[in-house]
């Protein structure tokens, strides 16, 4: 009874989790800036964070990696930040910081004692008036992001994965290409290339503003207004609107990687936007085949008849499209296509067989749990509250996400298998080492 009265609490404890709102308030300054607002005086810090909606698909094509670059070269210095200092600003005043940059957008934030929000406020705003942009930066920061494409892409086993993806699911649109970019191209950039990026970006009206954490409203308005109220509006930017052909036939390629040893077989499909209710069934397809070792293709492939060292489903889902990868390592003498055999099974029962009770329960499970955990810090509040405003264009999607998920049936499943799954919808890549001369 002390059992079953605990599950009941727990289930009584999360449900309360899930119908709870993060309440917060939004509003756009005179120059565009959306301000979005989160309240909590339960914890003793804020988070500052500015959202740019640019990405790498924003980039001239031959200018590859302009994104990414400048997550790192706006933290060089401002007119009011010497060169260095910015990290050690955040560092002495008990904060914390840093970047990240996809293909749709580019996410800057601290976090810092409740008592330094106008701190974090003055930092941000210093970077989007007044960031130096000279060569000793433009330098300094490429020879940053060449160390880092060493690293993480050009000599780490299988750190061109995601490059052999896109570069054959897209043939015309920037999803094309991976963030890091390519180095000949930031080589050859001028620094007026540079400085006119960031006019044309990094500017009020293509940005949003995130406070969340322990604060006083009305103050944080007003320094909100001081801070930010006079930087200059920008263009109209228009949106990236670059159609891909659907892929009408199966699509076979190799793809060679001169640091692994075990190849790899990749499955890839082109899906839909990530705003579509499809793309959030493709996010339960994932989990139902490779979510956990008690997971269809891992508990086949990899407990059962041990053919793969590791099997995995991805979907990557994006603003204008998203791709769907499965992914397998072969065990021994397995061949790729022995590999593929098996993920095409699975897949074919998907589209044919509604799955059971007992699976859509553990569905509904996991995705509740991922919900509670991705709005269980405030930095995640922060995070969650800019992308779906930037992304979505609905910022409440912080609370009604789940009914998404919720609102998903079987029979979503098995359409949206059929759907996107096909055969003829396939690109087979098969990931393998380079033989050495």
């Given at each position: 009874m002390k059992f079953k009265g605990f599950i009941l609490l727990f289930f009584f404890l999360i449900n309360s989790v899930l119908a709870q709102n993060i309440s917060f308030e939004e509003y756009d300054l005179n120059n565009?800036?959306?301000?979005?607002?989160?309240?909590?005086?339960?914890?003793?810090?804020?988070?500052?964070?500015?959202?740019?909606?640019?990405?790498?698909?924003?980039?001239?094509?031959?200018?590859?990696?302009?994104?990414?670059?400048?997550?790192?070269?706006?933290?060089?210095?401002?007119?009011?930040?010497?060169?260095?200092?910015?990290?050690?600003i955040v560092e002495s005043n008990g904060g914390s910081l840093n970047a990240n940059t996809s293909q749709d957008r580019t996410y800057y934030y601290e976090y810092f004692p409740s008592n330094k929000l106008e701190l974090g406020l003055w930092l941000e705003s210093e970077r989007m008036l007044h960031p130096v942009i000279n060569q000793v930066g433009v330098d300094t920061q490429n020879e940053v992001v060449k160390e880092e494409k060493r690293r993480n892409y050009d000599n780490r086993p299988y750190g061109q994965v995601l490059m052999a993806i896109v570069e054959n699911v897209f043939e015309k649109h920037p999803y094309r290409w991976t963030t890091i970019g390519e180095m000949e191209h930031l080589d050859e950039a001028t620094l007026t290339e540079f400085t006119q990026f960031k006019e044309k970006y990094y500017v009020p009206n293509n940005a949003v503003l995130v406070v969340a954490g322990n604060f006083e409203r009305e103050n944080t308005k007003r320094l909100i207004q001081d801070y930010f109220g006079p930087i200059p509006k920008g263009e109209q930017l228009p949106a990236v609107s670059i159609k891909e052909s659907p892929i009408t036939e199966t699509k076979k390629v190799s793809y060679f990687d001169q640091n692994i040893q075990i190849p790899m077989g990749l499955m890839a499909v082109r899906t839909p936007s990530m705003t579509s209710k499809d793309a959030y069934v493709l996010e339960l397809i994932s989990i139902i085949l490779s979510d956990g070792k008690s997971s269809r293709l891992y508990k086949k492939m990899v407990d059962e008849q041990k053919i793969a060292l590791q099997v995995q489903a991805v979907n990557l889902s994006l603003e204008d499209y998203g791709t769907y990868v499965i992914l397998a390592l072969p065990l021994g003498e397995t061949k790729l296509t022995d590999l593929y055999s098996e993920i095409e099974n699975e897949i074919e029962l998907l589209?044919?067989?509604?799955?059971?009770?007992?699976?859509?329960?553990?569905?509904?499970?996991?995705?509740?749990?991922?919900?509670?955990?991705?709005?269980?810090?405030?930095?995640?509040?922060?995070?969650?509250?800019?992308?779906?405003?930037?992304?979505?264009?609905?910022?409440?999607?912080?609370?009604?996400?789940?009914?998404?998920?919720?609102?998903?049936?079987?029979?979503?499943?098995?359409?949206?298998?059929?759907?996107?799954?096909?055969?003829?919808?396939?690109?087979?890549?098969?990931?393998?080492?380079?033989?050495?001369?």
């Open positions: 565009g800036l959306h301000v979005i607002l989160h309240q909590d005086s339960s914890v003793p810090l804020v988070v500052t964070s500015v959202m740019y909606h640019v990405g790498s698909k924003n980039e001239d094509p031959n200018r590859r990696g302009f994104a990414h670059f400048f997550e790192h070269l706006l933290f060089e210095g401002t007119k009011n930040i010497s060169r260095g200092e910015f990290m050690k589209q044919t067989e509604l799955i059971s009770d007992y699976e859509f329960e553990k569905l509904q499970n996991i995705v509740e749990n991922s919900y509670v955990n991705s709005n269980s810090t405030m930095a995640g509040i922060a995070n969650s509250l800019a992308r779906y405003y930037t992304l979505y264009d609905d910022t409440n999607l912080i609370n009604t996400e789940i009914e998404i998920y919720k609102s998903i049936q079987k029979d979503d499943i098995m359409r949206v298998a059929k759907s996107y799954l096909n055969k003829n919808q396939r690109i087979y890549i098969d990931y393998l080492p380079k033989e050495t001369e």
